[in-house]
């Protein structure tokens, strides 16, 4: 726990590609692995091998081609799946199954129609046999979320035992508060004897808008992998982002934590996973959305235009972004319209600026955005009249 490094397990191509309409072809993956591999991931869960010919041959080629992450393959508890997950990832320079099952009662009852004991008995005998292909076997204990605080860390105790190096508490539904995630772990942490033996790991939901601070909240709590994807996309509301929890534990230095990802890297791949997986990224999106360096308030600009730091956090350059923007609209100031003017190679005095500020305005109540061509137009209007 003393080592603050959080490994970030991308599953971009995994949980990711459930997205409706966001099937990706092996030649797609492979070029979203590399990139993710620049980008500096630890972990790239590359698909779940026995769901298809198609996700199988993807993990298999991924498998060749990475060499400085980890390749992970996902299977549920069940013998066929961890044979057919060790198959697709024999060339692997760092090969992981990722394998587990459900643990709360609700998942228990309703999903397997079976008991805690025997639920017990199969994540052991899957983790067993995972370890039998791999040294690195990673066990997800599914709506952790909602499971019983001992029975989880029974289950947890139990795994690690039988092998696991990596224990992933998933908030398989978005269902927790950011305290209650870092209680989970906490308990965890101070209640699973041989917890010492393996890695806890954060794999939140975004149903209820929290999986970015719940993901935080377990990496504060002793959690050291988050698991995320590019643009948060996943299964209905989205995963964790990735961009977001970098940037997050970057911002806030007193965490103690890290990451390795190179941040310049993130919005270029943030628009290569949008335009491969031909989902669009929302304009207000934190970090990677158009509008994360835009300022269109009046106020805003002001402030921003004295001192960038009054309003930006994240500088652009920072994630790969070229520059800020100033959008001139109806709630925009003076100081704005002459800054843009002034880009734009125009030098007007302050009665000048008085009066485009009066056309501006009138012009800005009538459409959403005054862009550099409405500005030439006024700029050239000002000019004839100063004949």
Known sequence: ??????????????????????KLNTKEKLGLALQLQELGVDIIEAGFPISSPGDFESVNEISKVIKNATVCGLTRAVQKDIEVAAEALKPAVR????????????????????????????????????????????????????????????????VIKAGATVVNIPDTTGFCLPHQYAEKMTYLVN????????????????DLGLATANSI?????????IECTING?????????????????????????????????????????????????????AVVGDNAFSHSSGIHQDGFLKEATTYEIIAPEEVGADTSK???????????????FKNLGYSFDRNQVDDLYERFLKLADSKKEVDDSDLKIMAATIAVEAI
């Open 326 to 340: 100033i959008v001139l609209t109806a709630r925009s100031g003076r100081s704005a319209l002459a800054y843009r």
């Open 191 to 206: 209640h699973v004897p041989n917890i010492d033996k393996a890695i806890l790991s954060c794999h939140c939901h975004n």
């Open 95 to 158: 090969p992981r199954i990722h394998t587990g099952i459900g643990s709360s009662d609700n998942h228990i009852k309703y999903k397997f129609n079976s008991t805690r004991e025997e639920i017990l008995e199969r994540a052991v005998a899957a983790v067993k046999l995972a370890r039998n292909y791999v040294d690195d076997v990673e066990f997800y204990a599914e709506d952790a979320g909602r499971a019983d605080l001992e029975f989880l860390a029974k289950l947890t105790e139990a």
């Open 1 to 22: 726990m003393a080592d603050g490094k959080v490994h970030i397990f991308d599953t971009t191509l995994r949980d990711g590609e459930q997205v409706p309409g966001c």
């Open 217 to 225: 909240a377990g990496a504060i709590a002793g959690a050291r992998q």
């Open 233 to 285: 996309i996943g299964e209905r509301a989205g995963n964790t982002s990735l961009e977001e929890v970098v940037m997050t534990i970057r911002k806030h230095p007193e965490l103690n934590l890290y990451t390795k990802i190179d941040p310049k890297k993130l919005l270029p791949m943030s628009r290569l996973v949008s335009d491969t997986m031909r989902m669009l990224v929302q304009p207000n999106k």
